[in-house]
């Protein structure tokens, strides 16, 4: 009766995701001095059944599958952070297999939309399926209004982050490595490497005084776990789980303006707002300010050159490196800190790169022409991560962003055909 729509679809990625080296200097983890690689698989496997009188214009859509979800329309490439980021360890994304117009999170489990006009509202309760734990549900409601015809448009949206755990001892190991522990008023890590690297670091860069204090908090850690009497310090642990909150908001002036020489996109003034995880753990999650992402963004107009001029820009001050290794490689909910021989993590001082990621940027420029054909153009210093088959958790990206310091950006470019 066309109410039940069933949708696929299959795509792959042809890529070299490593650099060509010069001879002698090939990584030993490759044989060749380039590695290419293919990807296949769904980009969209889902069923959806439409509910109103208006089959074409339903006012409420339930279903499920493999689905991808875009909530805020304007996040081009930051934002979008309700489904692109995690709390503890405190990580955000950006991209995927496609770099360049690909803002929108992959989603599998169910989902419903309410579409009262002005007034949107869905509902989602979907399975991990990107980062270990796998298959843990996440409960997820969202809601937007538009006022005065489009001059304002906001949202808000709460997702509880592994709400139903399908083994609990997963989401939060209740293991030293992943624990916490008060000593004297004091937190402290149950992870002994903490410590330790941080005394080697400064060790071996002559600061002795340093070097001998981190040196004692890694003795007093190993004691506390070596300690099987009553009197030892309860251990607490860190969990995947979490709730994360977010607002947007944009504002189109062409609506009191007028159109003109405007297109549909130009002078958008924009932003999203997120808090990943409301709760504060000892040691690594102190503050909430420290896991609240900001994005804003203005589209600047094209003149008919260009159907989009975006620029965005996000701050978001954390003291952690945006990297997933530990929970990924182990399943501990902490933030990674680097070895102590890492200079380019640690350059001057220890984890120093951490202090310099809060700020990133982009730039997008698209233009459409006859026959369906999408010349798109991306400048960033974003939260880039490539392919790598060094990493086996997840969809085999990098844990770390690529674009780490304020120096790092990428170019690339997009030629799209559709029917």
Excluded at 5 to 16: A, C, P, Q, R
Excluded at 30 to 55: H, L, N
Aim: aromatic residues 14%; hydrophobic residues 40%; neutral net charge.
């Amino acid at each position: 009766g066309g109410r039940l729509h069933v949708s696929g679809g299959m795509g792959g990625i042809f890529e070299f995701r490593k650099p060509e080296l010069p001879s002698g200097k090939v990584d030993a983890g490759f044989s060749g001095a380039q590695r290419k690689a293919f990807f296949a698989g769904p980009t969209d496997a889902q069923a959806v059944y439409y509910i109103g009188a208006d089959e074409h214009h339903p006012w409420l859509k339930i279903g499920g599958g493999m689905f991808t979800e875009k909530y805020n329309p304007e996040a081009y490439n930051l934002g979008e952070f309700l489904f692109r980021s995690g709390a503890y360890p405190t990580y955000t994304v950006t991209g995927g297999y496609a770099l360049v117009n690909n803002a929108a999170a992959t989603l599998q489990g169910f989902k419903s939309n309410l579409d009262l006009g002005a007034f949107q509202a869905d509902i989602f309760f979907t399975t991990e399926t990107s980062l270990s734990p796998l298959y843990d549900w996440s409960l997820a409601a969202l809601a937007g209004y538009t006022f005065a015809d489009g001059l304002v448009d906001i949202g808000a949206g709460v997702d509880f982050k592994r709400l139903v755990q399908v083994k609990p001892s997963r989401t939060a190991p209740r293991l030293a490595k992943n624990g916490y522990f008060t000593l004297n008023d004091r937190a402290y890590s149950g992870n002994s490497d903490y410590y330790s690297f941080q005394s080697d670091f400064y060790r071996a860069h002559g600061d002795s005084l340093r070097a001998e204090q981190w040196a004692a908090d890694a003795q007093t850690v190993q004691n506390v776990i070596n300690d099987s009497s009553a009197a030892r310090p309860a251990f607490r642990y860190f969990s995947g789980a979490g709730t994360l909150l977010m607002g947007r908001a944009c504002i189109d002036p062409k609506k009191i303006l007028g159109s003109g020489i405007f297109g549909p996109e130009d002078l958008k003034l924009y932003g999203e707002v997120a808090v990943l995880g409301l709760k504060n753990y000892p040691v690594f999650f102190t503050k909430i300010t420290q896991r609240m992402p900001v994005m804003v963004g203005f589209n600047l107009p094209g003149y008919g050159l260009l159907d989009l001029f975006a620029i965005q820009a996000e701050y978001m001050d954390s003291p952690w490196l945006n990297n997933t290794a530990q929970v990924g490689n182990g399943g501990f909910n902490i933030p990674a800190y680097p070895l102590a021989d890492d200079s380019i993590a640690s350059a001057h001082a220890y984890n120093d790169m951490a202090r310099h990621d809060n700020f990133k940027w982009s730039i997008l420029l698209k233009k459409k022409f006859p026959a369906n054909i999408t010349l798109s153009g991306q400048v960033a210093d974003d939260h880039l991560r490539l392919t790598s088959s060094y990493y086996y958790y997840g969809p085999q990206f990098d844990h770390n962003e690529v674009t780490a310091a304020p120096s790092h950006w990428y170019w690339m470019t997009q030629l799209a055909w559709g029917i």
